[in-house]
């Protein structure tokens, strides 16, 4: 059990990390910076885009590989008390998850191509799109994580 | 968007193919393995649960990791205008298939005898496929007789047999479009 929840945990430490790159790409991408300014949005606003690409691709695999391991074994211990309790919407939420992990990791050669320095001004708008579509994906799937595990309680 | 070079063409068609290719996996259950995770065994295929759940979504992975990394090796080497025919093909194949198994649910729903075939996902879908390859068909005819129109080397109408008032209303329409005329085939048109 100490070895499925620290591997749980460090899935969640992953996906954090995943979540704070992303969150700062997609930012960065659709709502520059125009003007210097030292406010903590305006800070948030101007990092590098492109500085980003690989940190989230490796933390989108590494942490899309440690939940496919955790989901063993929710698969026949959280999955079934969860469905003895009746709470199938969380089932059926954690069944949306395990599709949109899935397509943002479909979506990452896309994604790496878009991204390709030079960055072609071609892919201009295809960047701006799947990047923002990778946001939505590991915010929704970081959400659905969050409640799934808070159904029965961490521990319970 | 237009990609410009082999790598950044090569992850784009996997990444489409790989969804397309997963999307049919879990709605046909088409698995290249089952996993049993109580005991940790691995069966080929698709495998009814046994000692506790099965879980197919590895397989499915994996199924659609195979399928699109062939579908993208094979768009490499196939001309543009077979890529174009595939993708137009695949598209209506996919909303056909919506179309169709919703309509056959809807009976399926509403009837009052027992028609248990309505239920079937692969008659619908070989429906879907029928109508798609058919339609695909047709409007690739009408593009390529557009073609031929706007080089001055086909007829504008259908000959006697050819198809009826429909189909010359709506290769008028695509005639009337505009129809960009590849540059590879512009010499031929100066030599007239």
Same mark, same amino acid.
């Given at each position: 059990?100490?070895?499925?929840?620290?591997?749980?945990?460090? &899935?969640?430490?992953?996906?954090?990390?995943?979540?704070?790159?992303?969150?700062?790409?997609?930012?960065?991408?659709? *709502?520059?910076?125009?003007?210097?300014?030292?406010?903590?949005?305006?800070?948030?606003?101007?990092?590098?885009?492109?500085?980003?690409?690989?940190?989230?691709?490796?933390? $989108?695999?590494?942490?899309?590989?440690?939940?496919?391991?955790?989901?063993? &074994?929710?698969? $026949?211990?959280?999955?079934?008390?969860?469905?003895?309790?009746?709470?199938?919407?969380?089932?059926?939420?954690?069944?949306?998850?395990? &599709?949109?992990?899935?397509?943002?990791?479909?979506?990452?050669?896309?994604?790496?191509?878009?991204?390709?320095?030079?960055?072609? @001004?071609? $892919?201009?708008?295809?960047?701006?799109?799947?990047?923002?579509?990778?946001?939505?994906?590991? *915010?929704?799937?970081?959400?659905?994580?969050?409640?799934?595990?808070? @159904?029965?309680?961490?521990?319970? | 968007?237009?990609?410009?070079?082999?790598?950044?063409? =090569?992850?784009?068609? =996997?990444?489409?193919?790989?969804?397309?290719?997963?999307?049919?996996?879990? #709605?046909?259950?088409?698995?290249? !393995?089952?996993?049993? +995770?109580?005991?940790?065994?691995?069966?080929? /295929?698709?495998?009814?649960?046994?000692?506790? +759940?099965?879980? %197919?979504?590895?397989?499915?992975?994996?199924?659609?990791?195979?399928?699109?990394?062939?579908?993208?090796?094979?768009?490499?080497?196939? +001309?543009?205008?077979?890529?174009?025919?595939?993708?137009? =093909?695949?598209?209506?194949?996919?909303?056909?298939?919506?179309?169709?198994?919703?309509?056959? !649910?809807?009976? %399926?729903?509403?009837?009052?005898? #027992?028609? #248990?075939? /309505?239920?079937?996902?692969?008659?619908?879908?070989?429906?879907?496929?029928?109508?798609?390859?058919?339609?695909?068909? =047709?409007?690739?005819?009408?593009?390529?007789?557009?073609?031929?129109?706007?080089?001055?080397?086909?007829?504008?109408?259908?000959?006697?047999?050819? +198809?009826?008032? !429909?189909?010359?209303?709506?290769?008028?329409?695509?005639?009337?479009?505009?129809?960009?005329?590849?540059?590879?085939?512009?010499?031929?048109?100066?030599? #007239?």
């Amino acid at each position: 059990m100490v070895f499925w929840t620290s591997l749980l945990i460090v &899935h969640g430490l992953l996906a954090v990390a995943l979540l704070g790159a992303i969150t700062h790409q997609a930012v960065a991408l659709w *709502w520059p910076v125009r003007a210097a300014s030292g406010s903590f949005v305006a800070r948030f606003r101007a990092v590098p885009s492109t500085s980003y690409v690989w940190a989230i691709i490796v933390l $989108y695999v590494v942490t899309f590989v440690m939940g496919a391991w955790v989901y063993t &074994h929710y698969r $026949y211990t959280s999955r079934l008390a969860l469905e003895q309790l009746r709470f199938l919407k969380t089932v059926g939420l954690f069944e949306v998850k395990e &599709h949109l992990a899935t397509i943002g990791l479909i979506v990452l050669p896309a994604y790496w191509a878009f991204w390709r320095r030079p960055l072609s @001004a071609d $892919y201009a708008e295809a960047r701006k799109q799947v990047t923002l579509f990778l946001a939505v994906v590991v *915010w929704a799937n970081f959400l659905i994580g969050h409640v799934v595990n808070n @159904a029965r309680g961490f521990g319970s | 968007m237009i990609a410009t070079n082999r790598a950044a063409m =090569f992850a784009i068609t =996997f990444t489409v193919g790989y969804a397309v290719i997963y999307a049919i996996c879990t #709605e046909f259950n088409l698995p290249l !393995l089952t996993y049993h +995770p109580v005991t940790g065994e691995v069966d080929f /295929l698709s495998k009814p649960p046994r000692s506790g +759940p099965a879980m %197919y979504w590895y397989g499915w992975l994996l199924t659609a990791l195979i399928g699109a990394t062939i579908l993208t090796l094979v768009s490499t080497v196939t +001309p543009e205008r077979w890529m174009q025919r595939g993708i137009t =093909f695949g598209v209506l194949a996919a909303v056909g298939y919506l179309i169709v198994y919703s309509v056959a !649910l809807f009976i %399926y729903d509403k009837a009052t005898i #027992e028609l #248990e075939f /309505l239920k079937s996902r692969w008659l619908s879908a070989i429906t879907a496929i029928v109508v798609a390859a058919a339609v695909a068909l =047709f409007y690739a005819q009408l593009l390529e007789r557009a073609r031929l129109a706007r080089l001055g080397l086909g007829r504008p109408h259908w000959g006697n047999g050819g +198809p009826g008032l !429909l189909s010359d209303a709506v290769f008028h329409a695509v005639k009337c479009a505009s129809v960009r005329v590849p540059s590879t085939v512009m010499p031929e048109r100066r030599m #007239e």
